[in-house]
């Protein structure tokens, strides 16, 4: 697969990947970096970190338009969810590879399909391509990249593909810096993972999709979070987390960054 891929293009892949993973980032720093410099690697007319819980048939995004995929068009896609060939693919799939939709399914039978006209044409994309960077029995993540018109090449897939894994790499380890931090403070892991949502910006009711939970039972953690982290309100409780994964040339509890 490389052979096609010139040095320049290796060049421009490792530096994306330079850029996104600089400072080891948080999720939520994570996923906004990887949305602003992917593009540039691969134009995209619309780019998502998409989080799909597979167990309820919800999906997440952080979008590089805010405001570009509506409530109403969140839950159209919803309503599809277990229809799409992209989580058919890669749902559960630990040999997941980066796949356009077209290498999946004929053209036409996606146009015809009600995923596509109740969700992609209603956002205006004809073209879509992901990139799976953590897969699991229940959660499937994916750099999604959309485009109308014209399609992704082989190129685009390749450019993606070759630094796929390292995408993995530091989405895990972002995420399991947290975890490490929320054990020390005494969380339990579901805890610990409501906290990341937290800090990622989703309400209650996000996380409980997330999670497969009730937004009473998000509350209910939320609560045992501030009595252990000693602070009052969600925005503290966020702050207490972005503190433990810090900027690059921050300084945390625990000391400069390093």
């Known amino acids: 697969m490389l052979q096609s891929l010139t040095t320049s293009d290796l060049r421009s892949a490792l530096e994306a990947l330079r850029l996104i993973g600089d400072g080891l980032p948080a999720a939520e720093a994570f996923a906004r970096r990887g949305v602003e410099c992917l593009p540039r690697l691969v134009s995209s007319e619309l780019t998502t970190l998409s989080v799909c819980n597979l167990e309820t048939g ?24 277990h229809e799409h060939p992209l989580v058919h693919e890669h749902g559960c799939n630990p040999d997941a590879v980066t796949r356009r939709i077209g290498e999946l399914v004929p ?13 992609y044409r209603a956002i205006g994309i004809d073209h879509v391509m992901a990139v799976p960077i953590h897969v699991d ?16 090449s082989d190129r685009d897939r390749e450019r993606l593909e070759v630094i796929r894994p390292h995408l993995g790499d530091l989405y895990r380890l972002g995420a399991r ?14 805890e ?8 990622a910006g989703k309400t209650d009711k996000d996380i409980a999709a997330i999670l497969a939970i009730s ?7 939320l609560q045992n979070v501030y009595e252990k ?23 945390s509890a625990r000391g400069p960054a390093r």
């Open 107 to 119: 053209e036409s039978r996606f146009r015809s399909s009600a995923l596509y006209n109740d969700y």
């Open 215 to 221: 937004p009473r039972t998000v509350h209910k953690h």
């Open 177 to 190: 810096e947290i975890d490490d931090d929320a054990d020390s403070a005494g969380l339990t892991p579901r």
């Open 192 to 199: 610990g993972e409501v906290l990341r949502w937290v800090s």
């Open 137 to 152: 029995r229940r959660m499937l993540v994916s750099f999604v990249f959309n485009r109308k018109r014209i399609g992704f």
């Open 229 to 251: 982290l000693g602070v009052e309100t969600r925005t503290a409780a966020a702050m207490r987390a972005a503190s433990w994964c810090p900027a690059p040339g921050a300084t």
């Open 58 to 81: 919800h999906r997440s995004v952080v979008s590089d338009c805010p405001g570009a995929i509506s409530r109403r068009e969140i839950e159209a896609f919803d309503r599809h969810f």
